[in-house]
């Protein structure tokens, strides 16, 4: 049980923005949200996490709505190197991580 | 610094034979864990370690063994492969508290 809902497969241009959703209406409070990708068949790469606050970091930024329920992941500028599967994880202190399908980002020339 | 290393990248194994994955991380993480990654599928969890000498099962175990020595190593053990073992094995380390894992590149294994 992943716990977060993701679309399938999404597209984005090369250049524009990438906004990824996640679902997860039923996060506790102590429940962080966090985000990793896997390119190819290699080992997942982590992104960014945050627990209310919006969050940014070299790679993305990370916007979580105020009833947390939701959160979008934002490749500002996408390149080609972006694509991959993204996941959107929910985790608290002391929890594996608890990987779901994702969602397969095609950036597109 | 190496961060996650797994060994070997690649594997392949007859039905039967039994194999150790290794996993070494030198940034002194408490948290050691495996997960497996079948074709398509996101990873899924099969043992996981808070501590030397502590060991806990994830969602899939059956089939395979862990031990924790030291903080450093946590090696993977199939006692006798068979071929529903065939996966992309992903072992992974991260410290206490809300803070993310690094995972090593994986170990491609074959059961024929």
């Known amino acids: 049980d992943a716990k977060t809902t993701q679309p399938p497969s999404m597209d984005c241009a090369e250049g524009r923005a990438a906004n990824l959703p996640c679902n997860h209406s039923t996060i506790s409070g102590n429940e962080y949200v966090y985000w990793y990708r896997q390119i190819h068949s290699q080992g997942p790469q982590y992104i960014i996490h945050g627990l209310k606050n919006n969050e940014t970091n070299e790679m993305a930024s990370l916007i979580i709505t105020e009833d947390r329920k939701s959160s979008t992941l934002i490749l500002p500028h996408a390149t080609l190197r972006d694509t991959a599967v993204y996941y959107c994880?929910?985790?608290?202190?002391?929890?594996?991580?608890?990987f779901g399908p994702g969602t397969r980002l095609s950036v597109l020339p | 610094n190496a961060g996650v290393t797994q060994t070997p990248k690649f594997q392949v194994l007859k039905t039967g034979q039994s194999m150790t994955l290794q996993c070494a991380q030198d940034?002194?993480?408490?948290?050691m864990s495996w997960y497996r990654q079948d074709p398509g599928m996101g990873l899924r969890l099969i043992h996981y370690s808070v501590g030397a000498g502590i060991t806990d099962q994830g969602e899939v175990p059956n089939g395979y063994n862990v031990s924790r020595s030291t903080t450093e190593d946590f090696p993977l053990r199939l006692l006798s492969a068979a071929p529903s073992q065939t996966s992309v094995y992903f072992c992974a380390s991260n410290i206490k508290g809300h803070r993310e894992a690094f995972f090593g590149q994986g170990t491609r294994l074959t059961v024929v």
């Open positions: 940034m002194n993480h408490e948290y």
């Open positions: 994880i929910r985790k608290n202190y002391g929890q594996n991580f608890v």
